[in-house]
C-alpha cells in the first residue's frame, strides 16, 4: 500500500492510502493548526500507513482532535492507536456517538459536540452537524470547515479506483453509475433511503462548501452546494422510495 499527502484547501492535507484489497482509497484529512484535527483515523490495520502520512506534516504527538463521521473501521478504527501516540488528543462525536460508542470505546473521555456547535482550533472553525443515519449509522453527522468552507463528506460521493487528489470535474455522473453497480452488488444498502435523507443533504448544501473532502475518492472543488443537491436527486431517483 502506498500513502500520499496533498494539500487540498488552505493547510488541510488529504493522506491517501489506495487499498487494492478493497480496490478503494481510503481518505485521511488533516487541518494543520494550533491544535490540530484529524478526520478520520483509518482502519487500525492501517495505522502505521496513516500515521506516516500526518508524520510529513507535523509531529503526531501534536493532534488535538480527532473527529469522525460514523462508527466504522474505517473511520475510527485506529482511535486508541491516535490517542496513545498524541498524549492530548481527544475523541469528538455527536451526542449519540459519544453515548453509544466513544464513551465505551475510547480509551480517554471523547467530548461531545451539539448539533450546529463551532470548535474553534486555532485560525479553523469546525461546525459539527448531526445527520443519523446519513450516509449511515445512528451517530453520522459531518464536520465543516468554515474558513476554508471545506466539508468533510465522509462515505458521500464515493468513487472507487485510485483517482487524483483533488479534482473540478464533476463527479455525480460516476457517483451515480456506482451507485447503481453497487446496489446490484453484495455490499448493496450502504446509505438507507430514510425521511431525513433529502433534507440533512440541501442541509450541507446550504452550508455552501467549496471544496468537498471525500473518504473515498478524488477531492472536489467548485459549487459543492450543487454536487449536494444532484447527490440528493441522485439518491432520490436510486434509492428512494417507489
Ligand atoms: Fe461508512
Ligand atoms: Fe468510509
Known amino acids: 500500500m502506498r500513502t500520499r499527502v496533498d494539500e487540498i484547501a488552505g493547510d488541510i492535507f488529504r493522506i491517501s492510502t489506495f487499498n487494492p484489497d478493497f480496490g478503494i482509497q481510503f481518505n485521511q484529512f488533516l487541518v494543520r493548526d494550533e491544535q490540530p484535527f484529524l478526520m478520520h483515523t483509518g482502519m487500525r490495520r492501517m495505522f502505521a500507513a496513516t500515521l506516516g502520512g500526518v508524520r510529513q506534516v507535523i509531529d503526531p504527538a501534536r493532534l488535538g482532535w480527532i473527529g469522525f463521521s460514523h462508527f466504522e473501521p474505517d473511520e475510527c478504527g485506529a482511535l486508541n492507536d491516535w490517542l496513545a501516540v498524541a498524549p492530548a488528543a481527544q475523541a469528538l462525536g455527536g451526542v449519540v456517538g459519544c ?24 485560525t479553523h472553525r469546525l461546525r459539527f452537524l448531526a445527520t443519523p443515519h446519513l450516509p449511515h449509522g445512528w451517530d453520522a453527522g459531518f464536520f465543516f470547515e468554515e474558513t476554508t468552507r471545506t466539508l468533510f463528506c465522509s462515505d458521500l460521493v464515493f468513487q472507487p479506483g485510485d483517482p487524483e487528489p483533488l479534482t473540478r470535474a464533476d463527479p455525480i455522473p460516476g457517483v451515480r453509475a456506482s451507485i447503481l453497480a453497487g446496489q ?10 430514510t425521511p431525513h435523507t433529502d433534507a440533512a443533504l440541501r442541509s450541507l448544501a446550504a452550508l455552501a462548501p467549496e471544496t468537498l473532502a471525500i473518504m473515498h475518492g478524488a477531492s472536489y472543488q467548485g459549487n459543492g452546494a450543487k454536487v449536494l443537491r444532484d447527490l440528493a436527486d441522485v439518491l432520490r431517483e436510486t434509492i428512494g422510495p417507489r
Open 99 to 122: 453515548a453509544v460508542m466513544l464513551n465505551d470505546f475510547a480509551d480517554r473521555p471523547p467530548r461531545a459536540l451539539a448539533h450546529g456547535e463551532v470548535l474553534a482550533i486555532g
Open 184 to 193: 446490484a452488488g453484495p455490499l448493496a444498502h450502504d446509505i438507507p433511503y
